[in-house]
């Protein structure tokens, strides 16, 4: 399988691969290099290796567990994304195995964003958090008030996200 970028795409492409992931993936996924990762709703997370076109490894608790509808932020090492078990998971990209768990008060929808070693992500408890990407330790939270399933965005140096009682927040440093 080889991809070169968007400018690649031409209309009437025929479907070179796919693999049955188990359930319905409601949110975005997540490609870097020849792996692709998706959250899907039977409360797993996939990692598929897009060249052998077969799943690497799966995480999550699909009896106790929450669908994932959060898209996955990925870097060399981490893949990180938000479940609706009120949790922000932390995963070793290589192995699927959980490096850490951050618990919020209400479902996270939010897709997270990596900017400097950092995690950004909302949920819908009200909050816009940060945290360390390491560990999973909060840096910063600020209190919206209104629940925040929408993404993040990163922007001449602010963070902007959207919020349920119908206004755009921006965040930068001094």
């Known amino acids: 399988m080889r991809w070169s970028g968007a400018s690649d795409f031409k209309p009437g492409w025929e479907t070179i691969a796919e693999v049955d992931v188990g359930s319905y993936v409601p949110g ?29 490894w799966e995480y999550g608790d699909p009896e106790n567990g929450e669908p994932f509808f959060s898209s996955p932020a990925v870097d060399k090492d981490h893949m990180v994304v938000g479940s609706r078990d009120q949790m922000i998971h932390c995963i070793d990209r290589q192995t699927g195995q959980n490096r850490w768990i951050f618990n919020t008060r209400g479902e996270v929808d939010s897709s997270p964003i990596i900017v400097d070693k950092k995690i950004v992500v909302g949920s819908e408890d009200g909050f816009l958090y940060l945290l360390n990407l390491d560990d999973g330790k909060l840096i910063w939270s600020y209190e919206i008030g209104s629940a925040i399933t929408g993404s993040p965005a990163l922007a001449d140096g ?17």
Do not use: H
Request: some cysteine; glycine content about 10%; charged content about 20%.
């Open 28 to 56: 975005s996924t997540a490609l870097a290099e020849t792996e692709a990762f998706a959250g899907q709703y039977e409360n797993k997370l996939v990692c598929v290796d897009l060249a052998n076109q077969k799943i690497k």
């Open 158 to 174: 602010m963070i902007l996200i959207g919020a349920e009682d119908g206004r755009i927040y921006a965040f930068g440093g001094n």
